[in-house]
């Protein structure tokens, strides 16, 4: 079938791939003058990197089945790393039962509390029983309300700000246990990077879609799919139309009422209403590392963002990498402050964790912002989602918010790629996510 994928993000990327596998003609358009999206690299000062970091967790099954198809199945790579907290102007190392027994931040009752809960998190295979449960409800009635005031209420205010009391435990809880089975021991955390960054994984779904005939056009933004009488005709596009039979869209949802002008109010309505966090991630380039962890959760009030990600200490590169993430509603007043400025605020706040940090020390800063970052899944957003399958004939919709209760990451944007290639001109069943029944 004549097969349009909108958007070459990582899930649009795999889709036209697996779209091709099936035999279907597959035309990919993407409004970004490069493909990967998230995942894709920028030249910084010489050095290919993500313009928004990733790491690799071994429970990624779908990742590593699409890099063995892709033929580079020898190029992920694992790493034994760390976290720490960031409070009382000290870092203190996080992660490992040590760890948790010798930390000052929390009594003794707080540490068997809090240990037990993300225990047998890790542990549970379902969390349909927290659906409709707060994040902030299910640690405090778990772990007590002195372990979330101490480790977690500030790194949700600062990622979501008024909306922070009001975010999933089932969410919460996935992206715990999607780390915390990622170990070499219970005293090791060991995460993954693919061998050259992910623009390695985008390379190799480019090669795969063009060698077969799929077509890229980029810097051809989808302006219009086309419908008659309930079924599709294809999709504008960068001025051009594109026929097809079937059309995958994988933009932001909130971006879809408009792509899709004919489909009736309630699916508008739907789309709609699924809201999204928005984020700034400033990247430096330094002299010297800033700790020895690969994430550092901040707790001091006097640092504006939730996190650091020392990227150098999960990927070997030349020098030290640093992400530093602002996550906000993109209403918040910060959103409008300058690259400039946010890109000198990061990095002083670099030297607050790291007084030895000087100005010298600084090769380099970018920054990337992205609007639709990061869904809002609030108790009971299962339930807001709509069916991959539309109103439309032949056109199948999803984006980020569809791995819930699963984050954002490539191993669910490749699971569900699949899943829709699979879809087209079928009866096939889509799964949107393998926890709640």
């Known amino acids: 079938m004549k097969t349009v994928v909108i958007g070459a993000g990582a899930m649009g990327l795999a889709a036209a791939h697996y779209a091709l596998n099936l035999g279907h003609e597959v035309d990919l358009v993407e409004a970004d003058a490069v493909p990967g999206g998230m995942a894709a690299h920028f030249d910084f000062g010489g050095l290919s990197i993500e313009r928004f970091y990733h790491f690799v967790c071994k429970p990624d099954a779908p990742t590593f089945a699409l890099m063995a198809e892709l033929g580079i199945a020898d190029k992920m790579r694992w790493r034994p790393t760390s976290m720490a907290y960031f409070a009382g102007g000290a870092l203190h190392k996080w992660g490992d039962p040590i760890s948790l027994l010798t930390t000052s931040l929390l009594n003794p009752l707080e540490k068997l509390r809090y240990g037990l809960q993300m225990f047998l998190t890790t542990r549970r295979r379902s969390f349909d029983g927290l659906e409709r449960v707060s994040a902030k409800n299910w640690i405090e009635n778990g772990s007590g309300k002195g372990v979330y005031d101490k480790l977690w209420r500030r790194l949700m205010e600062l990622k979501f700000y008024q909306y922070a009391d009001n975010v999933s435990a089932a969410w919460i809880a996935t992206r715990v246990r999607r780390v915390g089975k990622s170990r070499q021991s219970l005293f090791q955390e060991e995460l993954g990077y693919i061998e050259g960054g992910s623009q390695t994984l985008v390379d190799a ?14 810097s051809t933004p989808a302006e219009k799919v086309d419908t008659e009488n309930g079924k599709l005709r294809g999709v504008t596009a960068g001025g051009r139309f594109f026929p097809a039979d079937a059309v995958i869209s994988t933009i932001p949802t909130p971006l879809v009422s408009r792509l ?11 789309y709609d209403a699924i809201r999204n966090i928005g984020v700034i991630c400033v990247v430096h380039k330094l002299k010297r590392p800033v700790s020895p962890h690969f994430w550092i959760n901040i707790m001091d009030p006097g640092i504006g963002i939730p996190g650091l990600i020392e990227f150098s200490n999960l990927r070997p590169v030349d020098g030290t990498i640093v992400y530093t993430p602002y996550y906000m509603p993109i209403d918040n007043p910060k959103w409008a402050m300058s690259d400039a400025a946010l890109m000198d605020e990061s990095f002083n706040y670099l030297k607050m964790v790291n007084p030895e940090l000087t100005d010298a020390d600084r090769i380099d800063s970018s920054l990337g912002r992205l609007r639709y970052a990061q869904p809002l899944c609030e108790p009971g957003f299962a339930a807001k989602i709509p069916l991959v399958r539309t109103p439309i004939e032949g056109l199948l919709v999803a984006d980020t918010s569809f791995y819930y209760p699963e984050d954002r990451g490539i191993s669910e944007g490749t699971r569900l790629a699949r899943e829709m290639a699979m879809a087209i001109g079928t009866d096939h069943q889509i799964r949107r996510e393998p926890i709640f029944a």
């Open 260 to 270: 899709v002008p004919d489909l009736d109010e309630a699916s508008k309505a739907a």
């Open 205 to 218: 779904l480019v090669r795969s879609i063009e060698s077969r005939g799929g077509r890229i056009h980029l």
